[in-house]
């Protein structure tokens, strides 16, 4: 799996929009971005993938660079509730052997959202 | 649809002692991964099984062990415990990986504190 660079830690301002900035410069044709959030002690919880073209669903946009070197994730109005640990994970969908059911998880960015 | 659920939710238990955690994937779906997070090593991936069998393992002792039934309920084991093991452990389900997009969906996860 292609690595991925977040920064550490990001503010936001509730009502303003969040920019989530992920960096997979060795990303392989065949790999997709995952994105998840972790909030306080509970499980990650999936937002949302994307191979190249940006994708948008009722949590988030994903923006993948045309390069796919980077990727964007965006929340449009964020609210004191999406504070959370978020994670950007880059992999093939469907690899088997080593890859069978294992995410890699990085360190994320903490995403505070402030009122 | 009922999302993944693990039992117990919190669990108390001394050096020496073992510990069976239980997990419920999401209905239809037959895989099921394990994780473990802890303030130092962030999450990392215990093993993954399908159909009753394992398919991928992390790199953990042997004291750590699952098996999956054939309603691809899951449980995990660690045998002699220790002060280090105290984590939280998350399951995470998905649908057949080789039929499609590898989304996971987590469980809330048990925390296990070891004294």
């Known amino acids: 799996d292609a690595k991925t660079t977040q920064p550490p830690s990001m503010d936001c301002a509730e009502g303003r929009a969040a920019n989530l900035p992920c960096n997979h410069s060795t990303i392989s044709g065949n790999e997709y971005v995952y994105w998840y959030r972790q909030i306080h002690s509970q499980g990650p919880q999936y937002i949302i993938h994307?191979?190249?073209n940006n994708e948008t669903n009722e949590m988030a946009s994903l923006i993948i660079t045309e390069d796919r070197k980077s990727s964007t994730l965006i929340l449009p109005h964020a609210t004191l509730r999406d504070t959370a640990v978020y994670y950007c994970i880059v992999r093939v969908p469907n690899a088997g052997g080593t890859s069978y059911g294992k995410l890699t998880f990085g360190q994320g960015t903490i995403l505070t959202v402030h009122p | 649809k009922a999302g993944v659920t693990q039992t117990p939710r919190y669990l108390i238990k001394t050096r020496g002692q073992q510990v069976t955690l239980s997990c419920s994937p999401i209905s239809g779906h037959r895989s099921v991964s394990w994780y473990q997070q802890t303030p130092g090593q962030g999450l990392q991936f215990l093993f993954e099984?399908?159909?009753?069998?394992?398919?991928n393992k992390g790199n953990f002792p042997g004291r750590f062990s699952g098996r999956q039934f054939s309603n691809s309920r899951s449980e995990m084991n660690v045998s002699t415990l220790e002060l280090g093991d105290s984590a939280l452990y998350l399951c995470?389900?998905?649908?057949?990986?080789?039929?499609?997009?590898?989304?996971?969906?987590f469980g809330p996860g048990t925390r296990l504190t070891v004294l």
């Open positions: 994307g191979l190249k």
């Open positions: 995470a389900s998905s649908l057949d990986p080789s039929g499609g997009l590898v989304v996971q969906f």
């Open positions: 099984y399908f159909s009753e069998t394992q398919r």
